[in-house]
């Protein structure tokens, strides 16, 4: 609140607000003409699962506003946490200075990753971190003496975000065709993803099968390849298609086979949404480089990491002259304030049992969307821990889909508004992916919206 008003001058309602707002915001993802007729929700208060708008209506956020809010808005743990760190040392040049939040969260990072991930490197969002595995990649082969290899494998639907490196790996046409002319030129291998499966086809046959399309891919192209991008286990941003472990440790097998790298990006996979602490250890496996962001810092504060082998670290160490060191910074790298809260965050996983918790959820979850399987026009219900998915069709049997124009998402979207939920569906998907604190009944209300919000978006 502004000083020098008094409460009844300084508060303003919904209205005034999304007015205000349309004057000089550019909101992100967004066809900003739709906010002349669905007006700006803004929020001004966050309090565990719920969000509160200024006219005090309140939205239960079953999207974890973006897949970062593990343990509640407003988390007080959290924020006393963050004021302490403000009120010490807010943030110093990172090149040439270190400091406590920075090194004891790369010490955490290195005993809580899949062993053998042991140097730390930060950046401050997931794109980031992503432009730095596959620069870092690259580097790694080239002072290795291996300059032809320039290219990476990913994965189809995947998503790896938007800054031009990142869209480069990635494969949503929304968002990466328009900006095609300016990207580097990936590989594409087939996802493993499960909606693909052949009738009577298991999720860990169809794994077998798109490892054996990957190695002829690499038989062909790995002498040009630093290395294979993925998600692992589900492929969010791309409509939470979900896919069998082995894959993964079938991937580990190939790029140990073929000499290219395996970038894990675990940006919103990470910290718990699986089931496991990071995906990968369903599959028993250690990437070449891991991404993290998103729930790093329990959706408080951006900060990123990429964690790498030592064989990776030592490709660069050598004398100033040789050139090899990996020159990239960002100003805010290794932030103390992010790094601090991404500290307190894992210090919550240490004091509560999160992912016997997350268990119990993700089964309540998993029964309360049990029934949408029998309806006409959901052709999947898919779950991987703390994230579950129903994908809408026009038709069950041929699996048609809605037209995109349609938007049947956006109903869902609105009428979750109307029954205190935010849900955000990706397309036809719409997809749960709440913050770890709520409970049963918030679960069972986030599901009956839901359900009403995908009848009239089918009406
Ligand atoms: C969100 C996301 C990113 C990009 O992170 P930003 O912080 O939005 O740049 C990258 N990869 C995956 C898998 C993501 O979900």
């Keep these: ?46 309090e565990g699962a719920w969000l509160i708008d200024a006219d005090g209506n309140r939205y239960l956020d079953g999207i974890s506003s973006w897949w970062v809010n593990l343990f509640g808005h ?59 595995a596959l620069k870092m990649s690259f580097h790694y082969w080239r002072n290795r003496g291996h300059g032809e290899k320039t290219r990476f494998v990913a994965l189809t639907g995947s998503y790896h975000g938007e800054t031009l490196g990142a869209l480069s790996v990635s494969d949503v046409a929304l968002y990466r065709a328009t900006y095609a002319p300016l990207l580097l030129e990936p590989i594409l291998a087939p996802s493993p993803d499960t909606w693909d499966a052949e009738p009577g086809e298991t999720p860990a046959a169809l794994a077998a ?63 718990g949404r699986t089931g496991t602490l990071f995906a990968c250890e369903q599959a028993g496996v250690r990437p070449d480089f891991m991404c993290l962001s998103k729930g790093l810092t329990g959706g408080t504060l951006p900060l990123s990491a990429v964690l790498t082998t030592d064989a990776v670290y030592q490709a660069f160490y050598d004398e100033y002259a040789s050139g090899k060191a990996f020159l990239h910074s960002h100003s805010y790298t290794g932030n103390p304030l992010a790094c601090r809260v991404a500290l307190e965050t894992l210090a919550i996983f240490e004091d509560e049992p999160v992912l016997e918790n997350n268990r119990r959820l993700a089964a ?14 959901v052709a999947d219900v898919r779950q991987t821990g703390m994230i579950a998915a129903v994908e809408l069709v026009k038709d069950k049997t041929s699996r048609t889909p809605y ?57």
Excluded at 16 to 38: K, N, S, Y
Excluded at 412 to 419: D, N, S
């Design 1 to 46: 609140m502004m000083s020098g008003m008094n409460d009844s001058e300084a508060r303003q309602t919904n209205r005034d607000l999304a007015a205000r707002d349309l004057r000089h915001v550019w909101h992100p993802c967004t066809q900003m003409h739709d906010h002349e007729t669905i007006p700006m929700v803004p929020i001004v208060r966050g």
């Design 74 to 132: 407003a988390n007080p743990r959290i924020a006393a946490a963050l004021a302490d760190q403000a009120r010490t040392l807010e943030h110093v040049i990172f090149a040439g200075c270190t400091h406590e939040p920075a090194l004891h969260l790369a010490e955490k990072l290195v005993a809580i990753t899949p062993q053998g991930l042991e140097r730390v490197f930060y950046a401050d969002n997931g794109s980031s971190a992503i432009e730095v």
């Design 209 to 271: 099968r798109r490892l054996g399309e990957l190695r002829r891919i690499l038989e062909r192209h790995a002498g040009e390849v630093c290395a294979v991008i993925v998600e692992p286990l589900v492929q969010c941003a791309g409509g939470m298609r979900m896919y069998h472990p082995d894959y993964l440790s079938g991937l580990r097998t190939l790029c140990d086979d073929f000499d290219v790298h395996f970038i894990a990006d675990e940006i919103a996979v990470g910290f």
């Design 364 to 377: 309540h979850l998993a029964a309360r969307l049990a029934p949408l399987r029998e309806h006409p026009q």
């Design 403 to 459: 037209p995109a124009a349609e938007r049947r998402g956006l109903r869902v979207y609105l009428h979750g508004l109307k029954r205190e939920c935010l849900l955000r569906p990706l397309g036809n998907v719409v997809y749960f992916m709440p913050p770890y604190v709520v409970d049963e009944g918030e679960i069972d209300h986030l599901v009956e919206v839901a359900i009403e919000g995908i009848e009239r978006a089918v009406a």
